[in-house]
């Protein structure tokens, strides 16, 4: 059988890993890069809503800070520059 | 022993297997020189923990949470949709 243990090493990972994907996230200067780091951010997060037995705000949080967020952002960097500025 | 345990057993030996290849497709993420790559494994980061979601789900028997592996994967199809069509074609049907 799984002990609780799992499930906290598992949330570890995670988190270590959304951690590392929100500083390249802010340092990046490409911001199409940065806003597929924020995916992957939010990816994680959700394994986290998951693993908290939250379903309901799982469902919430994919749709809007993988999907709406990322297409948002993508049609804000067409309308401007790319790459950020000094 | 009986099915249940079996099962419980071999499902929790695909777990770390799991955690591993997550790990590893993140290493390829953050040190993927190009946009493709990083899109490509974030695909996959997302479909290997859609299919670890439903694994979950299974351990735990509560198929109310199966919905969430499949709300994910459609959303993250959705990501490819727009990072193509953002390098590809600069235009969005507007």
Redesign the interface.
């Known amino acids: 059988?799984?002990t609780l243990e799992?499930y906290y090493l598992?949330m570890a990972?995670a988190t270590v890993?959304s951690t590392?994907?929100t500083y390249?996230a802010v340092i990046e200067r490409?911001l199409?890069?940065a806003a597929?780091?924020s995916?992957?951010q939010s990816?994680f997060y959700?394994?986290i809503f998951?693993?908290l037995m939250a379903?309901d705000i799982?469902?919430t949080y994919?749709?809007v800070s993988?999907?709406l967020y990322?297409?948002l952002v993508?049609?804000l960097?067409?309308k401007t520059e790319r790459y950020e500025g000094e | 022993m009986d099915l249940e345990t079996h099962v419980t057993t071999v499902l929790s030996a695909a777990i770390p297997i799991f955690t591993v290849s997550i790990i590893l497709y993140s290493i390829r993420f953050f040190k993927g020189p190009t946009i493709p790559d990083m899109v490509i494994s974030v695909d996959a980061i997302s479909y290997a923990m859609a299919v670890f979601l439903t694994v979950l789900a299974v351990i735990f028997k509560s198929p109310i949470l199966i919905p969430c592996a499949i709300v994910l994967m459609l959303w993250a199809y959705a990501l490819d949709i727009y990072v193509a069509k953002y390098l590809e074609a600069k235009e969005y049907g507007d």
């Open positions: 059988m799984i799992v598992l990972v890993l590392v994907a390249f490409d199409v890069k597929i780091f995916a992957l990816s959700a394994l998951y693993l379903p799982f469902l994919v749709p993988v999907g990322t297409a993508l049609i960097i067409k």
